[in-house]
């Protein structure tokens, strides 16, 4: 099925013969236990609790909410929690982590550990979906959290996890446009640099599944419009299905303009692990939790590490 909004993810992966299993770490938080039961009730993914037993009670029943005992993992404290989440995905026990009320570094921690942890060798890049109003289908934004200043070589890597996770959801050939504030290559701005050389390296088939465009502005890669109007030629004008951003700062501002003003909803998710990590932000709502959970559950992951 083509994916064009949100409605459509869900209906695909409400249609899995097997619920996913979601691992929610330190789970003891209303936002996060709000989009897992609902997340639950929708059948797209199954839950297991993790944190300490009396918490997770007290919020369960405070919230009318209630789940099986064996569904809840007790444990001591955040850091047992993160770690217990990274055993259960070694177990396959679970298909991915859900941050709940711990901090992001803990549980990071956690998942990068040398001996314990779920690295896979890949450099670990936030992939955000969103649904914009005005935009005819979906829409990815990386990195905007993870990587601060890419290197050229990090940014291919970053734009390979993004082609891998979208082949992942049945997308033939992506089409990528990297983002500069002109189309035209300037030695002293360094993404039109990058830009260029980006997409030369798709022309070589050193990035593979994929078109590749830049440097490439805003709204040329959003309107074929403005593309029309100055005479910028390209099959990801006005079709772009992935942004890359040239930094963290340039990605959390353009997510949380297109969230907070122009009325968008997002679902986002680590890649580059083994299994995908919800790691929405405090201030989340509980339909960007549960959209997260939605993405992460129709990702094969196994399909994105053979693409890249």
Do not use: W
């Not at 770490?25 to 709000?34: F, G, I, M, P, Y």
């Not at 078109?211 to 959003?222: F, H, K, T």
């Not at 700062?249 to 995908?276: E, T």
């Amino acid at each position: 099925m083509e994916i064009k909004n949100f409605n459509d993810l869900i209906k695909l992966v409400s249609q899995f013969r097997e619920n996913k299993r979601v691992a929610v770490v330190s789970a003891h938080d209303e936002h996060t236990l709000k989009a897992v039961f609902k997340a639950r009730e929708d059948n797209l993914a199954q839950p297991v609790l993790i944190g300490q037993r009396g918490k997770i009670s007290q919020m369960l029943e405070k919230m009318g909410l209630s789940i099986e005992e064996q569904s809840i993992v007790d444990v001591k404290d955040e850091m047992e929690a993160a770690y217990k989440a990274v055993e259960l995905v070694n177990e396959n026990k679970v298909d991915f982590i859900m941050k709940g009320s711990i901090q992001t570094a803990d549980l990071l921690r956690a998942v990068v550990d040398r001996e314990r942890g779920i690295r896979t060798g890949r450099l670990m890049t936030h992939f955000g979906l969103f649904e914009v109003p005005g935009y005819h289908k979906l829409l990815v934004i990386t990195d905007g959290g993870m990587v601060m200043y890419p290197s050229l070589e990090q940014k291919k890597e970053i734009i390979q996890n993004a082609v891998a996770a979208l082949l992942s959801l049945g997308y033939e050939r992506p089409k990528v446009g990297v983002l500069a504030a002109v189309e035209k290559v300037n030695p002293k701005m360094v993404e039109t640099v990058d830009g260029k050389e980006l997409k030369e390296m798709t022309q070589r088939g050193e990035i593979e599944n994929c078109i590749v465009e830049g440097p490439i502005s805003y709204d040329l890669a959003i309107s074929k419009e403005s593309a029309k109007i100055k005479g910028y030629d390209s099959p990801v004008a006005g079709d772009v299905d992935i942004l890359l951003v040239p930094n963290i700062a340039a990605g959390n501002i353009l997510a949380k303009a297109l969230m907070y003003s122009a009325n968008g909803k997002m679902a986002g998710v680590i890649l580059g692990a083994r299994v995908p990590i919800v790691l929405t932000s405090r201030g989340s709502t509980s339909e960007e939790k549960y959209l997260s959970i939605a993405l992460s559950a129709a990702l094969n992951i196994e399909n994105q590490i053979q693409e890249v």
